[in-house]
């Protein structure tokens, strides 16, 4: 489900008007008031935002007021995100030296849009390119990483060439993002790094199809590059 779709789901499964606004607040994370007869005005943190759908329903159950138990397994959800309530992250120490200005391509200016087309300047990051690595034949390319413990994206310096699209880098970029919005989740009784909605919502990159089909076209020349 798309995210602006939300708030006509919301309005079908509560049978009234809803006003569904989205927040950054601190203290409140949920609020919902109205009743069917007049409609709902939903306030909730953008955490919801990549919340499961048995969250959603949960919700629709807690507004309602059909299901007791809802409250309980809203209140466990947000204790869960309680990453994705903070400000400026800390700065990692001295010895890691941030370096987003490449050689050819700056990974700040492509996260500072990304995170204001896609992420209403909601992610928190650090972001900089991994040493340059060894020259050894290598099988295989890690694009990037998320650190949270020190809320750090890390780029893979491979990708800092001449004949690198900027959208391929962004595609990167935008991906270890979402791991800051979408954390692991459990799914089928296993732990997953990439959940549904994380799947859903990196296919919102607009040129993700585009990208996609590039590494795959120039994969051999990055790994002998």
Not at 88 to 106: A, E, I
Not at 120 to 144: E, L, N
Request: charged content about 20%; hydrophobic content about 40%.
């Amino acid at each position: 489900m798309y995210l602006d779709d939300r708030q006509t789901w919301l309005r079908q499964k509560l049978a009234a008007p809803v006003v569904l606004v989205w927040t950054d607040n601190r203290s409140s994370l949920l609020c919902a008031r109205g009743n069917a007869a007049t409609g709902y005005r939903l306030r909730l943190h953008h955490m919801f935002r990549y919340a499961p759908d048995a969250i959603w329903h949960a919700l629709i159950a807690y507004v309602a007021g059909t299901d007791a138990a809802a409250r309980d397994i809203l209140r466990a959800y947000i204790q869960r995100q309680q990453h994705l309530i903070r400000g400026v992250p800390k700065r990692p120490s001295r010895s890691l030296r941030l370096q987003p200005q490449g050689r050819y391509h700056n990974l700040a200016t492509i996260y500072h849009e990304l995170n204001q087309t896609y992420f209403a300047d909601r992610v928190r990051a650090h972001i900089t390119w991994m040493r340059r690595p060894p020259q050894r034949p290598r099988t295989s390319i890690r694009f990037g990483t998320y650190d949270d413990n020190l809320q750090l994206i890390r780029i893979s310096r491979l990708l800092d060439q001449p004949f690198v699209p900027q959208y391929v880098i962004a595609s990167v970029v935008f991906h270890e993002m979402l791991h800051q919005l979408i954390p692991r989740q459990r799914v089928n009784g296993r732990w997953s790094i990439h959940p549904p909605a994380f799947r859903q919502q990196e296919r919102q990159f607009s040129h993700y199809q585009r990208a996609k089909q590039w590494q795959r076209q120039y994969l051999a020349r990055l790994l002998h590059g």
